[in-house]
C-alpha cells in the first residue's frame, strides 16, 4: 500500500523550531520529488516547498526562505522540513506530496500523485 506518513508538527511558540518528517512506505520515493503544502485555517493549500528527485533543485515560496530547510534522506525513504523562526503565521496544517521527478508549478500542487494526511503545526505564545 503507498502511504506517506508526515509527523513532527505540534505546538511551538513564536521564534521556535519544529522538524516535519515524511516517511514513504509502498514505493521509493528516489525517483519523485517531494513538496510540502500547508494549510491555514480558512485559506486554501498552498505549496511551501519542494525538492527534486536527484536533490538538485529545491524551492521556497517567499514567505518562507531563510527560514525553512528542506532535505531528504532517500537510504531511510524519508523527506524532511525543517522549519526555524516560527511565526503565528505558519499555522496550518502540513502535508507532503510525491510527485515524479520534477517539483513542477509546487505552489498549485498540480501533478502530485501521493499526499499524506497532514500534520498540525500551531504557533503561538
Known amino acids: 500500500q503507498v502511504q506517506l506518513v508526515e509527523s513532527g508538527g505540534g505546538l511551538v511558540q513564536p521564534g521556535g523550531s519544529l522538524r516535519l518528517s515524511c516517511a514513504a512506505s509502498?514505493?521509493?520515493?528516489?525517483?519523485?520529488?517531494i513538496g510540502w503544502f500547508r494549510q491555514a485555517p480558512g485559506k486554501e493549500r498552498e505549496g511551501v516547498s519542494c525538492?527534486?528527485?536527484?536533490?538538485?533543485?529545491?524551492f521556497y515560496v517567499d514567505s518562507v526562505k531563510g527560514r525553512f530547510t528542506i532535505s531528504r534522506d532517500n537510504a531511510k525513504n524519508t523527506m524532511y522540513l525543517q522549519m526555524n523562526s516560527l511565526k503565528p503565521e505558519d499555522t496550518g496544517v502540513f502535508y507532503c506530496?510525491?510527485?515524479?521527478?520534477?517539483?513542477?508549478?509546487?505552489?498549485?500542487?498540480?501533478?502530485?500523485?501521493?499526499w499524506g494526511q497532514g500534520t498540525q503545526v500551531t504557533v503561538s505564545s
Open positions: 506530496a510525491a510527485r515524479h521527478h520534477t517539483c513542477g508549478d509546487f505552489r498549485s500542487g498540480r501533478g502530485y500523485d501521493y
Open positions: 509502498g514505493f521509493t520515493l528516489d525517483y519523485y520529488a
Open positions: 525538492i527534486s528527485s536527484s536533490a538538485s533543485s529545491t
